[in-house]
């Protein structure tokens, strides 16, 4: 099982742009999220919930405490697990993940996955410090481990990274087992990949980090303390983000179509399509700083960005969920919760991604009625984000029931087009 232990790291990209380099007032959060190829993302809504005193939640591997309140979470997650790769919050806050290697071994025992703590920062924090720091609470309870894939053949484990942000600030958040350090970025351009990030610029951190890789004879304490160094196999650490070039040459522009162009550019790397791995879903978000406009949320909820669309999602009461774009359920029958796990692999895919499938067998066999559709795909997200863009430079308060079925209609559209 331990075979895998070094493999590379799924190469993910997350990317964050504050004022001056995105447009006036806005906050603009993306990510590919790189997996197996074959492996299924689904979009799924859970609304804010109450919890009896003494309620456990299940959890990919483990089950943990349960707190009194959650709050409503959008996520994008492979359909085999409890968590997610990427998602937002009703309060504007969202969260995305990376697998990254450490020179740590990450810990093949069952313990909550980077991604499930992606969806517990979102359900418990209302700023991204707050999930911030329920992250690490977490981290340091129940510690990091289990397998990333769902395969039953070998366990492949990592350490994790997060990219935090509210209409405020953003944390990068990096860690190894329980070990953890942070940085906060309130303007410019960011961008995370698979490799650790941070440097000197430390804002928090775990109590024990500097005694730890002291002890570990890591760091002399003499020097000024990388965390990146410290922690990176020897020279993995280098500059990653291709994409931040892109972001920064926009020159103050970037909105969500910029982020989308830069999500979509296969020359850069950030949209992965290699042999073992394949941007399987994609989100945008756009977060005004002025609390009293709404957080807009993009997720394509299908593979490739470069033949996908962004489609709009608002936190509103009573939003219409999309079953269209949720995989099937199978319960406790399910392989992924049956121990040894993962013995089969049922089908998890959902309706939008079976008609992506056959757009992209048209893509390849048919070019011209391919690209024909390319274009009204395209033409159709082009109108959801004008629409959006009304929203957000309009004097009078959104009604809610303008956006109730907004995500669910933009789906039923595109599956239409497909038919």
Not at 386 to 403: F, G
Request: proline content about 5%.
């Amino acid at each position: 099982m331990s075979g895998s232990r070094m493999a590379a790291a799924p190469p993910s990209y997350c990317f964050v742009a504050f004022p001056p380099c995105s447009k006036e007032g806005l906050v603009v959060f993306g990510k590919n999220s790189a997996r197996p190829r074959d492996e299924v993302q689904e979009v799924v809504y859970f609304a804010a919930a109450e919890h009896e005193p003494g309620s456990k939640v299940e959890c990919t591997y483990i089950e943990i405490e349960q707190v009194p309140r959650t709050h409503a979470v959008v996520l994008s997650r492979p359909s085999w697990l409890w968590g997610a790769e990427m998602g937002a919050n009703e309060h504007g806050v969202c969260v995305a993940n990376e697998a990254v290697v450490t020179r740590e071994p990450a810990s093949e025992s069952e313990a909550l996955l980077g991604m499930d703590l992606v969806r517990l920062g979102l359900e418990r924090g209302a700023t991204a410090k707050e999930a911030l720091d329920v992250i690490v609470a977490l981290l340091e309870e129940h510690g990091q481990g289990g397998n990333y894939y769902e395969d039953g053949s070998s366990c492949h484990t990592f350490q994790s990274a997060f990219l935090i942000v509210d209409r405020n600030e953003a944390w990068i958040l990096e860690t190894s087992g329980k070990y953890w350090a942070a940085e906060k970025i309130t303007e410019g351009v960011k961008c995370i990949c698979n490799q650790l990030s941070l440097t000197t610029k430390i804002d928090a951190e775990h109590p024990e980090l500097r005694n730890y890789v002291k002890s570990q004879g890591w760091w002399n304490g003499d020097s000024d303390f990388n965390f990146s160094e410290v922690f990176s196999l020897a020279d993995d650490h280098l500059a990653c983000c291709s994409g931040r070039e892109s972001l920064e040459k926009q020159g103050g522009d970037v909105s969500a179509q910029a982020m989308i162009d830069v999500l979509r550019d296969k020359d850069s790397g950030v949209c992965v399509d290699s042999e073992s791995f394949l941007t399987t879903a994609s989100i945008v978000s756009v977060l005004p700083q002025d609390p009293s406009f709404p957080c807009i949320h993009y997720f394509t909820g299908t593979p490739d960005p470069s033949r996908s669309i962004f489609k709009p999602f608002i936190f509103v009461d009573d939003v219409k969920l999309v079953p269209k774009v949720q995989s099937p359920s199978f319960g406790n029958d399910d392989p992924a919760k049956k121990i040894p796990r993962f013995q089969e692999k049922p089908d998890r895919r959902h309706e939008l991604y079976k008609a992506h499938e056959w757009a992209r067998s048209l893509l390849e066999n048919d070019q011209d009625k391919g690209q024909k559709l390319m274009r009204i795909m395209l033409d159709l997200e082009k109108q959801g984000l004008e629409a959006m863009e009304d929203i957000l430079s309009r004097t009078e308060i959104l009604d809610p029931a303008e956006v109730v079925d907004l995500f669910y209609d933009c789906v039923d559209t595109e599956l239409k087009f497909f038919k």
